[in-house]
């Protein structure tokens, strides 16, 4: 009898130690997933192959210090009797001197652009960050606001891709005059292209750069812009980020690919830009 009993306490506890090491074991592969997570998302280049006077445009290297100590590198390229101040927050590959072709569209549209690098792109310090996009973002809007002396009404915050995201981050902390999203998400979870699985990925990377909750509170006029041939960030992640902006909105459909819609779309795409800033800047000069 005793060795029946002795037989039946050893059972659970081997069923103990088998759960623990299951916990164990999936607390660990969720860390190692969000260590691993912003060399996922980032994809930085060091080198600027270019600068804006490739183009012709005249500009000012610029050197911030975020809230954290590390100096981070823009370019503040200005244009002759602007309407406005575009602040512009790029997508995850590259660096600033892969953006030139968008930084002249906006100076062309009678803007001045003030472009950043995030921590560990171009001749940015640090290494790339998910909490620290955010502090780069404030870096760069407050460069404008406390050294420039621009009034938020006179600024538009631009983000394409993981740079929509850095936008509606910074929503959380400030106001612009208006908010421009192209070819962006709802938040990165989301981007599992298999919907079932995607409160797994909530639940081992955390609810990561969740703009459609900060557009639900977003009354800043906004427009987005998005491809259904996007096949790095799915088109229906914009329209449901759009759908969830609460105040003024506007939504373009472009063509072509995630990093080249604007530019086969270019017409309807600069038609877009130029309606939406005459409505809240006024008319070129």
Excluded at 98 to 117: A, K, N, Q
Excluded at 119 to 137: H, L, V
Excluded at 275 to 284: A, C, L, P, Q, V
């Amino acid at each position: 009898m005793k060795t029946v009993l002795h037989g039946h306490a050893v059972k659970p506890a081997k069923k103990r130690y088998s759960f623990l090491w299951l916990v164990l074991l999936l607390i660990g592969l969720v860390f190692s997933i969000r260590s691993l997570l912003p060399r996922i998302v980032f994809k930085p280049a060091r080198e600027l192959i270019c600068t804006p006077e490739t183009y012709g445009l005249r500009f000012e290297d610029v050197t911030l210090v975020t809230s954290d100590g590390l100096n981070i590198n823009g370019w503040y390229v200005p244009a002759p009797e602007a309407r406005g101040t575009l602040l512009f927050f790029h997508g995850n590959a590259g660096n600033i001197s892969h953006r030139l072709d968008s930084i002249e569209i906006f100076h062309y549209l009678g803007f001045s652009v003030f472009i950043v690098d995030y921590r560990g792109y171009g001749k940015s310090e640090g290494r790339c960050s998910i909490p620290g996009i955010t502090e780069d973002a404030l870096a760069a809007w407050k460069y404008l606001t406390d050294e420039r002396r621009i009034p938020p009404d006179n600024i538009v915050v631009f983000g394409r891709s993981v740079g929509g995201a850095a936008a509606m981050q910074l929503m959380r902390h400030i106001k612009p005059r208006a908010l421009i999203l192209e070819s962006t998400f709802s938040s990165l979870p989301e981007m599992v292209r298999v919907p079932f699985l995607v409160p797994v990925a909530r639940f081992v990377i955390g609810d990561v750069f969740n703009s459609a909750e900060i557009a639900s509170e977003l009354t800043v006029p906004t427009l987005c812009f998005h491809s259904p041939d996007d096949g790095i960030v799915p088109y229906r992640l914009g329209r449901r980020l759009y759908e969830s902006v609460a105040g003024d909105k506007a939504f373009v459909e472009l063509t072509g690919g995630h990093n080249e819609g604007f530019l086969k779309s270019i017409d309807v795409y600069r038609f877009a830009l130029n309606e939406f800033f005459t409505k809240h800047f006024g008319e070129m000069r």
